[in-house]
């Protein structure tokens, strides 16, 4: 009798990891589940949700008759990604751990540990597919559900990582997941989807932060000096952000609300401007760093592409280019809106997620020149 492959499915305890097992059991697969500790420092803390998300993948495992493996990678974590998280933050960048979570832990210390296992495919809940091309290549797809897409924080992604990941989401949408479970009694069946960075749970990001970064206050500005109200650290604050800047009525003020539009270091102030559409909100060009390709090889310079700056944003028609720096240079058609140092930009082809890199620096290219923007920078 032929031995059924082995897959590995990483277990949340939510719907979407159950349902991949699910799907996965039914096509004839040898289906074991894992569950990830990734977060070790909030085990008091009744907000932490990892206890409660592990007692929900060992129901699911136990009504889908499958063993569940526990895996402990909270060391890992702290040195490949939240190390990052903190060093990011304190340079005033606004970075996005889940993109290194799934190239540094989901899909490398997981696929590793799933191995020793005897594991010859690792499976996840996320929303993409990929694609073997006849010369054996792998392409990182879109997720059908254009609403629930999660390509954006996979774009890191290499060959080796992709060749033995399957998505068994890929070509469906929430609602067919939703019935898939309630079809099959799953216990997270009707669960809530989970958001936010998953080491802070439901806490405010601020009061998260204060236990790693000591906080500076400063003051908030305008862009002509005008100083408008105080700021608790830039740490707290992102581009484009409306809530929690405590400015009131403003005698000179034009009763519009405030919006971030640029945190300066060097003297470390806040700089606000009324208007959700105001013109310092907007960027048309920027620069990236740390690019990653998922082919493993960069595509032509000049080309154009769409992009997004953030995950759910619609695609962005832009031209892509190297820079002597060792930048690669975005020109966006339109200008786009509360451009994020720290953030990823990814690139696509059509349906194709071709990679990306994390955001470094801003402008619109008409008034600024290139060469007083960039600093050099690895590829």
Same mark, same amino acid.
């Given at each position: 009798?032929?031995?059924?492959?082995?897959?590995?499915?990483?277990?949340?305890?939510?719907?979407?990891?159950?349902?991949?097992?699910?799907?996965?059991?039914?096509?004839?697969?040898?289906?074991?589940?894992?569950?990830?500790?990734?977060?070790?420092?909030?085990?008091?803390?009744?907000? @932490?949700?990892?206890?409660?998300?592990?007692?929900?993948?060992?129901?699911?495992?136990?009504?889908?008759?499958?063993?569940?493996?526990?895996? !402990?990678?909270?060391?890992?974590?702290?040195?490949?990604?939240?190390?990052?998280?903190?060093?990011?933050?304190?340079?005033?960048?606004?970075? !996005?751990?889940?993109?290194? @979570? !799934?190239?540094?832990? *989901?899909?490398?210390a997981f696929l590793d540990h799933a191995r020793t296992l005897g594991a010859e495919l690792i499976a996840t809940g996320h929303y993409a597919r990929r694609s073997t091309l006849p010369n054996g290549r792998v392409q990182?797809?879109?997720?059908?559900?254009?609403? *629930?897409?999660?390509?954006?924080?996979?774009?890191?992604?290499?060959?080796?990582?992709?060749?033995?990941?399957?998505?068994?989401?890929?070509?469906?949408?929430?609602?067919?997941?939703?019935?898939?479970?309630?079809?099959?009694?799953?216990?997270?069946?009707?669960? *809530?989807?989970?958001?936010?960075? @998953?080491?802070?749970?439901?806490?405010?990001?601020?009061?998260?932060?204060?236990?790693?970064?000591?906080?500076?206050?400063?003051?908030?500005?305008?862009?002509?000096?005008?100083?408008?109200?105080?700021?608790?650290?830039?740490?707290?604050?992102?581009?484009?952000?409306?809530?929690?800047?405590?400015?009131?009525?403003?005698a000179d003020g034009d009763g519009r609300p405030w919006f971030v539009a640029d945190k300066r270091m060097q003297d470390n102030s806040l700089i606000a401007v009324q208007g959700g559409n105001h013109p310092l909100l907007?960027?048309?060009?920027?620069?990236?760093? !740390?690019?990653?390709?998922?082919?493993?090889?960069?595509?032509?310079?000049?080309?154009?592409?769409?992009? *997004?700056?953030?995950?759910?944003?619609?695609?962005?028609? @832009?031209?892509?280019?190297?820079?002597?720096?060792?930048?690669?240079?975005?020109?966006?058609?339109?200008?786009?809106?509360?451009?994020?140092?720290?953030?990823?930009?990814?690139?696509?082809?059509?349906?194709?997620c071709l990679g990306g890199g994390v955001i470094d620096t801003a402008w619109n290219r008409e008034v600024e020149p290139i060469a007083a923007r960039l600093e050099p920078a690895d590829a």
């Amino acid at each position: 009798m032929k031995r059924k492959t082995r897959v590995i499915v990483g277990l949340s305890g939510g719907v979407d990891s159950s349902v991949a097992a699910l799907l996965l059991l039914e096509q004839g697969y040898d289906v074991q589940g894992m569950f990830m500790k990734n977060w070790e420092q909030d085990d008091t803390d009744t907000q @932490c949700a990892a206890a409660a998300d592990l007692d929900d993948a060992r129901l699911v495992c136990d009504q889908l008759e499958i063993p569940l493996h526990k895996v !402990n990678f909270s060391d890992r974590y702290w040195d490949r990604v939240f190390s990052h998280f903190l060093s990011e933050i304190r340079a005033g960048r606004t970075p !996005n751990p889940d993109v290194l @979570c !799934n190239s540094e832990i *989901k899909f490398r210390a997981f696929l590793d540990h799933a191995r020793t296992l005897g594991a010859e495919l690792i499976a996840t809940g996320h929303y993409a597919r990929r694609s073997t091309l006849p010369n054996g290549r792998v392409q990182l797809l879109r997720g059908v559900d254009i609403q *629930k897409d999660q390509s954006y924080f996979l774009h890191g992604l290499s060959q080796e990582q992709l060749l033995p990941v399957c998505f068994p989401l890929g070509a469906m949408k929430k609602p067919e997941v939703r019935k898939r479970a309630q079809a099959a009694g799953l216990h997270t069946a009707d669960r *809530k989807d989970s958001t936010g960075i @998953c080491f802070i749970g439901e806490r405010r990001f601020s009061e998260f932060l204060q236990g790693y970064v000591t906080a500076q206050p400063g003051p908030i500005v305008t862009p002509s000096g005008t100083q408008v109200g105080v700021h608790q650290g830039l740490m707290f604050y992102t581009l484009g952000q409306r809530q929690g800047l405590g400015i009131g009525g403003q005698a000179d003020g034009d009763g519009r609300p405030w919006f971030v539009a640029d945190k300066r270091m060097q003297d470390n102030s806040l700089i606000a401007v009324q208007g959700g559409n105001h013109p310092l909100l907007y960027r048309d060009s920027l620069s990236a760093r !740390n690019l990653h390709w998922v082919s493993d090889a960069a595509p032509p310079s000049g080309l154009r592409l769409t992009a *997004k700056i953030r995950y759910r944003q619609s695609d962005q028609s @832009c031209r892509i280019r190297r820079h002597e720096a060792g930048s690669w240079l975005v020109e966006f058609d339109q200008a786009q809106r509360a451009v994020t140092p720290g953030q990823s930009v990814v690139f696509y082809d059509g349906e194709v997620c071709l990679g990306g890199g994390v955001i470094d620096t801003a402008w619109n290219r008409e008034v600024e020149p290139i060469a007083a923007r960039l600093e050099p920078a690895d590829a």
